[in-house]
């Protein structure tokens, strides 16, 4: 039989006039029209008096176009149920958690929001296209297979996908909202630790995610995650990276580093860096993977040098050749602007530290371990005042100090050198300050730790100082050697 409408074959669908084709009642349905009996929008099928087609209650039939679960014409999908009694049934399948054998509690809100949508067929279209990766993991966690949360889509590839099935969750409210910034860094974070051994890399990534991303998803929940504090938060594992690498190139891991190895970094770095591995340091220790690290002295503020290099050298000028100054002044002043002492280690020295038996008339001064040759003129003035010490305060004399004090058995007070030296112009704290930064320029800071007592700790920050200013005082240091 032929359709009534188009004259095609057909005509399979029995109209109370007439008979139409699948097509045409297709048509009818998709495009529903403002019926000229009661305006409102419907799929129009059916003559009136006046040779109008108008809807299904206004010609007073069962209408062709309802659905036979729910009765409603809107939303058709197929030929007996529409769109959103189909979805129900899927949604139905697919979230149904088998130990209640009911919606899962958690994901029921999903199965509103999918249904109470604007066009159930996009719903259905969802369920069904391509390799179905949102509604499977759906599935998976009505059956509780997987957990309904943030941390099972760290673990998954970020693609639309994913996304789209992580945004309806936090849009129904299934999962908190999340941070897209944030969810970049997991991508990042799998990158990052590449360049170390699989060892570090591990534990490079169990720290950002147990810690950094933890701390940072829980200031996106509470709305203060800046740009900021997560731009800080890279580059503080970028930090932590370097200081893993570091410590490979020194045949070290995290676990047996030393707090020595830990400023032998710091020291090749800019200042800020101890600072920002704080919070790194201070997992390793708490995860018992390292105890002994720490940046507390590093992340002190650097040194400050407030006399210039051409000050140093024209104090130690004066020092030199100036006799109106007391011998043992000049000569602590000295051992302070040359090689770094303490004035307060200075007055301790005793005359065993210094070795004048040397066939070739040298002067050699062990400050900690290893003798250090004293230039002239400066080996002359040690000379001298070893000579004139035989006068000292015979009580002095035996206990040995280079410099004896007015008291007897006491070695010279510090305030005695000090005062004199201030007097002249010469701060002892900038003095001595001046001098590491030029000698941490010069020798490597494992020599100066040896050789001049200067404990490792400051050798290397004056060294990390040093370097950085390194072209500087090579400029300075040309124009301003004494004659
Ligand atoms: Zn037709
Ligand atoms: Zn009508
Ligand atoms: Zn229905």
Same mark, same amino acid.
Request: charged residues 20%; glycine residues 8%.
């Given at each position: 039989?032929?359709?009534?409408?188009?004259?095609?074959?057909?005509?399979?669908?029995?109209?109370?006039?007439?008979?139409?084709?699948?097509?045409?009642?297709?048509?009818?349905?998709?495009?529903?029209?403002?019926?000229?009996?009661?305006?409102?929008?419907?799929?129009?099928?059916?003559?009136?008096?006046?040779?109008?087609?108008?809807?299904?209650?206004?010609?007073?039939?069962?209408?062709?176009?309802?659905?036979?679960?729910?009765?409603? @014409?809107? $939303?058709?999908?197929?030929?007996?149920?529409? *769109? %959103?009694? !189909?979805?129900?049934? =899927? #949604?139905?399948?697919?979230?149904?958690?088998?130990?209640?054998?009911?919606?899962?509690?958690?994901?029921?809100?999903?199965?509103?929001?999918?249904?109470?949508?604007?066009?159930?067929?996009?719903?259905?279209?969802?369920?069904?296209?391509?390799?179905?990766?949102?509604?499977?993991?759906?599935?998976?966690?009505?059956?509780?297979?997987?957990?309904?949360?943030?941390?099972?889509?760290?673990?998954?590839?970020?693609?639309?996908?994913?996304?789209?099935?992580?945004?309806?969750?936090?849009?129904?409210?299934?999962?908190?909202?999340?941070?897209?910034?944030?969810?970049?860094?997991?991508?990042?974070?799998?990158?990052?630790?590449?360049?170390?051994? @699989?060892? $570090?890399?591990?534990?490079?990534?169990?720290? *950002? %995610?147990? !810690?950094?991303?933890? =701390? #940072?998803?829980?200031?996106?929940?509470?709305?203060?995650?800046?740009?900021?504090?997560?731009?800080?938060?890279?580059?503080?594992?970028?930090?932590?990276?370097?200081?893993?690498?570091?410590?490979?190139?020194?045949?070290?891991?995290?676990?047996?580093?030393?707090?020595?190895?830990?400023?032998?970094?710091?020291?090749?770095?800019?200042?800020?860096?101890?600072?920002?591995?704080?919070?790194?340091?201070?997992?390793?220790?708490?995860?018992?993977?390292?105890?002994?690290?720490?940046?507390?002295?590093?992340?002190?503020?650097?040194?400050?040098?407030?006399?210039?290099?051409?000050?140093?050298?024209?104090?130690?000028?004066?020092?030199?050749?100036?006799?109106?100054?007391?011998?043992?002044?000049?000569?602590?002043?000295?051992?302070?602007?040359?090689?770094?002492?303490?004035?307060?280690?200075?007055?301790?020295?005793?005359?065993?530290?210094?070795?004048?038996?040397?066939?070739?008339?040298?002067?050699?001064?062990?400050?900690?371990?290893?003798?250090?040759?004293?230039?002239?003129?400066?080996?002359?003035?040690?000379?001298?005042?070893?000579?004139?010490?035989?006068?000292?305060?015979?009580?002095?004399?035996?206990?040995?100090?280079?410099?004896?004090?007015?008291?007897?058995?006491?070695?010279?007070?510090?305030?005695?050198?000090?005062?004199?030296?201030?007097?002249?112009?010469?701060?002892?704290?900038?003095?001595?300050?001046?001098?590491?930064?030029?000698?941490?320029?010069?020798?490597?800071?494992?020599?100066?730790?040896?050789?001049?007592?200067?404990?490792?700790?400051?050798?290397?920050?004056?060294?990390?100082?040093?370097?950085?200013?390194?072209?500087?005082?090579?400029?300075?240091?040309?124009?301003?050697?004494?004659?």
């Amino acid at each position: 039989m032929s359709c009534g409408w188009c004259g095609g074959t057909g005509g399979s669908i029995v109209l109370p006039h007439t008979r139409i084709c699948g097509p045409c009642y297709r048509r009818r349905h998709y495009h529903p029209a403002p019926c000229p009996g009661c305006d409102q929008i419907r799929p129009l099928a059916w003559p009136d008096a006046g040779g109008r087609t108008i809807c299904a209650d206004c010609a007073g039939h069962p209408s062709i176009f309802a659905c036979a679960q729910c009765g409603r @014409e809107d $939303h058709p999908y197929g030929h007996i149920r529409c *769109a %959103r009694c !189909t979805l129900h049934e =899927r #949604l139905t399948a697919l979230l149904t958690d088998p130990a209640t054998g009911d919606i899962h509690e958690r994901l029921r809100p999903v199965f509103d929001t999918l249904l109470g949508g604007e066009r159930p067929q996009t719903g259905i279209y969802w369920l069904m296209r391509g390799k179905r990766i949102g509604p499977t993991l759906l599935a998976q966690m009505a059956r509780g297979e997987i957990a309904i949360s943030h941390d099972t889509f760290s673990d998954l590839p970020m693609d639309r996908s994913h996304n789209y099935l992580r945004d309806l969750l936090v849009a129904a409210g299934v999962l908190p909202p999340y941070e897209p910034l944030l969810e970049r860094m997991i991508p990042w974070l799998r990158s990052l630790g590449e360049p170390l051994s @699989e060892h $570090h890399a591990r534990l490079v990534n169990q720290y *950002a %995610r147990w !810690t950094v991303l933890r =701390r #940072l998803r829980r200031q996106a929940q509470d709305g203060t995650l800046s740009k900021g504090v997560f731009q800080a938060a890279r580059s503080q594992l970028r930090r932590v990276v370097g200081l893993l690498s570091w410590l490979e190139a020194h045949d070290r891991s995290l676990e047996t580093a030393t707090q020595a190895d830990l400023e032998n970094f710091l020291a090749s770095q800019p200042k800020s860096v101890g600072s920002e591995l704080t919070r790194f340091l201070t997992w390793a220790r708490q995860t018992g993977l390292n105890t002994a690290l720490t940046t507390a002295v590093a992340a002190r503020p650097a040194p400050q040098i407030t006399m210039s290099d051409a000050d140093r050298w024209e104090h130690v000028a004066t020092l030199l050749h100036d006799d109106r100054i007391r011998l043992y002044t000049r000569i602590g002043g000295l051992l302070m602007l040359l090689f770094a002492q303490p004035l307060v280690d200075i007055c301790r020295m005793r005359t065993d530290q210094v070795d004048v038996t040397d066939p070739g008339g040298r002067v050699l001064v062990t400050f900690r371990d290893t003798p250090i040759e004293m230039p002239e003129p400066l080996g002359a003035l040690v000379h001298a005042h070893l000579d004139q010490r035989g006068q000292a305060s015979y009580a002095s004399r035996g206990n040995g100090w280079l410099f004896p004090g007015g008291i007897p058995g006491r070695h010279l007070v510090t305030e005695n050198i000090r005062s004199q030296l201030v007097a002249r112009g010469i701060r002892p704290h900038s003095a001595r300050h001046a001098a590491l930064f030029a000698l941490s320029a010069q020798i490597p800071h494992m020599i100066l730790a040896q050789t001049l007592g200067i404990s490792s700790t400051a050798a290397t920050r004056w060294a990390a100082l040093a370097a950085r200013d390194w072209g500087g005082y090579i400029e300075q240091r040309r124009e301003q050697i004494p004659h």
